[in-house]
C-alpha cells in the first residue's frame, strides 16, 4: 500500500522535494498519489511531524 500523510502534517514541504517519483502534492495537508507511490519510504524518514506512514 501507498504512505498517506496524516492529520498531524503542517505543510512544512520538507517532504515533497525528497519523493522520488514525484507522488506528494501541495495543499492544505498534503496527500500522496496512491497511483505513483513506490513506498519507498523516503517521504516517511523525512517527515518532522512524523506525519506520515504506511497506508493499510
Ligand atoms: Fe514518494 Fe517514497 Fe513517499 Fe511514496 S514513500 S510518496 S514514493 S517518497
Not at 13 to 25: L, M, R
Not at 26 to 53: F, L, M, N, Q, R
Amino acid at each position: 500500500m501507498a504512505y498517506v500523510i496524516n492529520d498531524d502534517c503542517v505543510a512544512c514541504g520538507t517532504c515533497i522535494d525528497e519523493c522520488p517519483v514525484e507522488a506528494i502534492s501541495e495543499g492544505d495537508k498534503y496527500s500522496i498519489d496512491p497511483d505513483k507511490c513506490t513506498e519507498c519510504g523516503t517521504c516517511a524518514s523525512v517527515c518532522p511531524s512524523d506525519a506520515i506512514h504506511p497506508g493499510e
